[in-house]
């Protein structure tokens, strides 16, 4: 086992003198993971980037709670850990006052972990669904079973009364069937859906001609999605969606109201995450200098338009409202 880490070694994008409580600390565990997604942005580390040990988590809980009091653990997939119990109550322990726990959900299957989980002090869960039908979401996580083992555990989660904020990856294959995956997700009476843009970094810049879908079809897709889930009155957002793509739907764009976060990442630290998006991740375009809505937009992840340009990118002329 390697020394205890106080810190990633590499610090990104430092966040700006943050007083205390007021950032969220995105932790990733490792990279290690039951499911294979094609469209995994972490997909590359797998094989290579330790997961951090009990200790060196603990080590890195402790660092950030100066500044931090928000938690979400995160990978890789953190629940073929044996430790995650041991991790959220310390997290609980030291103050953290909402522990998020993102996850294939899986392991949730099995009532009595998720029972543990919720015992040791976890908050909120965000379980991935990318499919209605086993045969979509087994293809896209590259496990036969997840489909199943997921909508199991997101039921026994709600059956607990838990708060579960599911998560969909917008992809070529599962875009025309977000409305279906909407309904499905509304029956399982979570408390917010999530559909989020893939971004093609890691296994998804490989498997790229099957799984990044063109924003234009999404924009044909997504608003009856949003549309079904709004209808029940049950919260939905999306992520990494521009304004162009969103009309009618702008109240859905989660990054007005992102929280400031920062994430360790590896031997990464990514201090400000809202700045590492602005000024790395995230990209305007010739369209964006004439849209009034540039300001309030942050522009697709940067690889979209590297590939396929700014063609179906059509600058707005209205007057943006206060989205937050
Ligand atoms: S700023 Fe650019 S990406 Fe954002 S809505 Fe306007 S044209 Fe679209």
Request: hydrophobic content about 40%; aromatic content about 8%.
């Amino acid at each position: 086992m390697s020394e205890p880490a106080s810190s990633p070694s590499e610090v990104l994008f430092p966040a700006p003198d943050a007083p205390a409580g007021t950032y969220k600390l995105d932790l990733k565990l490792g990279f290690r993971c039951n499911n294979k997604c094609v469209f995994c942005v972490q997909g590359d580390k797998r094989d290579h980037v330790l997961d951090l040990s009990t200790e060196e988590a603990l080590e890195r809980l402790r660092h950030a709670r100066a500044h931090c009091d928000g938690l979400l653990l995160t990978g890789g997939e953190i629940t073929i850990r044996e430790d995650v119990p041991e991790i959220i109550a310390a997290a609980k322990a030291m103050g953290y006052t909402t522990i998020q726990v993102q996850t294939n959900g899986r392991r949730l299957a099995y009532k009595s972990y998720a029972q543990a989980l919720v015992e040791a002090g976890a908050t909120e869960f965000n379980p991935s669904l990318h499919g209605h039908v086993a045969a979509l979401h087994d293809g896209l996580v590259g496990a036969k079973g997840a489909f199943v083992q997921c909508t199991a555990g997101i039921k026994n989660l709600t059956d607990m009364g838990q708060r579960v904020l599911t998560q969909t990856v917008i992809t070529r294959q599962n875009v025309t069937f977000l409305p279906q995956i909407a309904r499905l997700l509304v029956s399982l009476k979570v408390s917010q859906i999530q559909f989020a843009f893939v971004h093609a970094l890691g296994t998804a810049a490989e498997t790229w001609d099957d799984t990044v879908p063109r924003y234009r079809d999404v924009q044909r897709y997504l608003p009856l999605a949003l549309d079904i889930v709004r209808a029940a009155g049950i919260f939905t957002i999306t992520e990494a969606v521009p304004f162009c793509f969103l009309r009618g739907r702008e109240w859905a764009a989660i990054e007005p109201r992102l929280p400031s976060t920062t994430v360790y990442d590896g031997d990464i630290e990514i201090g400000d995450y809202e700045r590492y998006r602005m000024e790395a991740g995230k990209l305007h375009g010739p369209p964006c200098e004439k849209c009034t809505w540039n300001q309030a937009c942050e522009g697709p992840w940067r690889e979209y338009p590297e590939k396929y340009g700014w063609d179906e990118f059509v600058p707005r002329d209205d007057v943006p409202p206060d989205l937050r």
